[in-house]
């Protein structure tokens, strides 16, 4: 099986070096890569390891970011780190709340580049929706972002960063362990199609899940694919985090429009690899993501055929109100029609809630993130005739 390549071999060079300050950023190297930077900068080796160890904690568990505030390490220590490394997050251009509660932060990133990541807050959890991209290659049919042409892969400082900025703004720092998180769970599933930039994507959620640090249950990380077929049982072994699909059609004719890398991966294909995903199981489920969309595919026919297509895969269902955006060529199927379309897949067996709306009133909902700047550049009427095209 040939595995998905990169689209250039520029998007997956990592800046060493944060580009204001010409020093190298420690946030998202592994803990291997930081011992080796300790080491050339003048840590002995034999120290090393006890050094990363101390500034992982100070980093990712208390979210310091000034070395002279590292109280542990010896002065003399605290200024080299100063002088050569920096503990640089992504600049917040905006943040935005919903009146439901849902923040969405516009990030800007090396290069000027932004990004969108939108944390959702529920009773029971706190969902942070994190990009892995500048923009997306896959041109899904309904998906406001895929309107913006894919710029770069995000780095793991990037990735993480966008971690440090929420908790930062959450004032989550220092939470005891065991004690409930305002941010508890992370899905990949803004900017970008995740299995892209699967090596950055991976390094990232490991030093999310690291136990001294961030912490999170890999159960507590989604990560949401398109379809890039060759890399789905990567994640599985690699990162060993959810899996959840964007399906969103019971037939290829239907979803090579909706979800254009149909075309190289057809449903069968897809379906194939989703049962082969590691510690598939009853209690670690494959979600399938379903956009509804008013006459295209939200038929009890389609519903149907759904259950059929998905038979002995441990699943449920995720149905999707679709979140209309300025030129959308697709309407939001009614509330009766999702609600039939539910019932036929709860009477199969599998679960199917429908995702409640989120931040629309900020354009934070699911399928609209997009980067100011990119959305500013374009009329209505160019973004009309690209999802025409």
């Known amino acids: 099986m040939t595995r998905a390549l990169p689209i250039t071999p520029d998007n997956l060079t990592i800046p060493r070096k944060d580009t204001k300050t010409g020093k190298q950023n420690l946030v998202g190297l592994s803990r291997a ?3 080796e930077a300790l080491i050339d900068a003048g840590t002995p080796h034999k120290q090393a390891g006890m050094r990363v160890g101390q500034i992982w904690q100070w980093i990712y568990q208390k979210g310091v970011s000034d070395f002279a505030n590292m109280t542990n390490l010896a002065k003399p220590y605290r200024a080299m ?19 439901d509660g849902t923040r969405k932060y516009l990030l800007r990133i090396a290069g000027g580049h932004e990004v969108e990541v939108v944390y959702i807050p529920e009773t029971d959890r706190g969902t942070l ?34 971690i440090l900025v929420a908790r930062d703004d959450l004032d989550e720092w220092g939470v005891p362990p065991g004690e409930k998180r305002r941010l508890s769970n992370i899905v990949l599933m803004g900017m970008g199609e995740p299995l892209y930039n699967f090596e950055n994507v991976r390094d990232a959620m490991l030093i999310a899940m690291d136990n001294e640090g961030i912490s999170l249950s890999r159960r507590r990380i989604t990560l949401s694919t398109s379809g890039v077929v060759p890399e789905i049982r990567r994640a599985g072994e690699e990162i060993g985090c959810m899996i959840a699909v964007s399906f969103h059609a019971t037939n290829d004719q239907t979803r090579d429009r909706l979800v ?3 075309k190289r991966w057809n ?11 590691p510690r598939l199981s009853n209690s670690e489920r494959i979600t399938f993501e379903y956009v509804m969309l008013h006459g295209v595919n939200d038929s009890d026919e389609d519903a149907r055929e759904l259950v059929r297509l998905i038979d002995g895969i441990p699943a449920k269902i995720n149905l999707i109100p679709f979140n209309e955006w300025p030129g959308a060529p697709y309407k939001r199927s009614s509330n009766n029609r999702i609600r039939a379309f539910g019932d036929i897949v709860n009477n199969a067996g599998y679960a199917s809630p429908v995702r409640r709306p989120r931040g629309e009133d900020i354009m934070a909902a699911c399928g609209q993130l997009k980067s100011a700047t990119e959305r500013a550049r ?3 009427a160019q973004i009309e005739a690209e999802t025409r095209s």
């Open 33 to 35: 890569q930081m011992r």
């Open 81 to 99: 780190l100063e002088e050569t490394f920096t503990v640089a997050r992504p600049e917040i251009v905006t943040t935005q709340i919903s009146v």
């Open 129 to 162: 929706c994190i990009s892995s991209q500048v923009g997306c290659m896959l041109t899904c049919s309904f998906c406001h972002t895929g309107t913006q042409k894919l710029v770069r892969n995000l780095t793991p400082a990037e990735i993480v960063g966008q």
């Open 260 to 262: 254009p890398i149909n």
């Open 267 to 277: 449903i069968a294909a897809l379906l194939d690899a989703l049962r082969d995903y």
């Open 378 to 380: 374009k009329s209505k």
